[in-house]
């Protein structure tokens, strides 16, 4: 039976925490929900046939982490897991370089995590975000395609003298992380190469169907949606 | 960047008792440390503020002409926050069979 779900965010649309309530109901029937706070609501219709990928879990690999852990050198460290929000390009970080890049509507996945740096005594030690930025689409086969399109960090710390030498180990550790994962992004994607879709959409959170209500956080996870 | 007086200090300080003499060197940045007894000294040479921000688009980005769906949704336009800037909006389900093909080089 299909599914209505009905997202409600608490701070705005397709961000923090939300609360959403699915319920399911015969073909040609109806269904309803009431209820709910919030300063932005979401409705979807899903389909029967409707795939999801929940995307901080499905990255979340001990093959990823490995990846990740590679990279930070020299006093860095991660400190959390992979997270994974859903964003619309001119709130990409890089969409003033190049606005064209992309439809303003159009929504790419961050995924990201959280990492901290140990500095030397005469500076603060420095925490902060890796974000890499995936664009998913079909193309003219119906295939789904996607490539790693950029990369951001932002961190606090590291004053009053370090944020240099930080700058210049994340300048060259950030890119090289976009290679890995480009790669498991093609080996993912060549397991659907013998599916066509129709549709293709981002659900805030992990995509649950689950009947009833889910509390989630879109800032935390998102989930890719296809319909054949 | 000019560093040659970094490392006459370094010679000073070695003169002087310092001990633990580090340097760390960016690409914009050279910073020496040293201490002798309950001393410790820091000196920050640096010609550009460095910010603890940055974000660049993959340069590497493959050619993509068939492009015929994007997760999207049509309409929504957002402000600097990522605050959606409309009251209300609805679309349809958009199939592939209802976008023209974008081309992006």
């Known amino acids: 039976m299909p599914t209505l779900s009905q997202y409600w965010f608490e701070n705005g649309f397709f961000t923090g925490p939300f609360n959403v309530y699915n319920v399911s109901y015969p073909d040609g029937g109806w269904a309803w929900i009431s209820g709910g706070s919030s300063a932005a609501t979401l409705v979807r219709n899903r ?160 995509g649950t169907k689950s009947p009833g209500d889910t509390s989630e956080n879109a800032d935390l996870d998102v989930a890719i949606a296809v319909l054949p | 960047m000019e560093t040659k007086i970094l490392e006459r200090v370094q010679h000073i300080l070695r003169e002087d008792g310092f001990i633990h003499i580090s340097k760390t060197s960016s690409t914009h940045a050279v910073t020496i440390s040293a201490d002798k007894g309950a001393q410790r000294l820091v000196l920050h040479i640096t010609d550009q503020t460095e910010l603890p921000a940055k974000a660049l ?33 609805l679309g349809g389900a958009v199939t592939k069979s209802a976008v023209s093909t974008k081309s992006q080089g």
């Open chain 1, 47 to 206: 389909p029967d046939n409707e795939i999801t990928v929940d995307v901080a879990a499905r990255l979340s690999t001990p093959a990823i982490l490995a990846d990740i852990d590679g990279l930070l050198t020299g006093g860095a460290s991660r400190t959390s897991g992979i997270m994974a929000q859903g964003v619309f390009w001119p709130n990409v970080p890089y969409y003033s370089q190049n606005p064209g890049g992309h439809n303003n509507s159009d929504m790419l996945v961050r995924a990201y995590f959280n990492f901290h740096i140990n500095t030397p005594w005469y500076c603060s030690d420095a925490d902060g975000n890796i974000s890499y930025y995936i664009f998913l689409y079909l193309d003219g086969q119906s295939h789904l395609q996607g490539y790693v399109d950029g990369w951001s960090y932002n961190y606090g710390g590291g004053g009053p003298f370090c944020t240099g030498a930080i700058n210049s180990a994340l300048n060259s550790a950030v890119p090289s992380g976009m290679s890995p994962l480009q790669t498991f992004l093609d080996n993912d994607l060549a397991l659907l190469s013998r599916s066509t879709f129709s549709t293709l959409y981002y659900l805030p959170g992990s």
């Open chain 2, 57 to 89: 688009q993959n340069a590497e980005i493959p050619t993509v002409a068939d492009i015929q769906l994007t997760a999207s949704m049509p309409g929504v336009s957002t402000d600097a926050t990522g605050r959606v800037l409309q009251r209300a909006g």
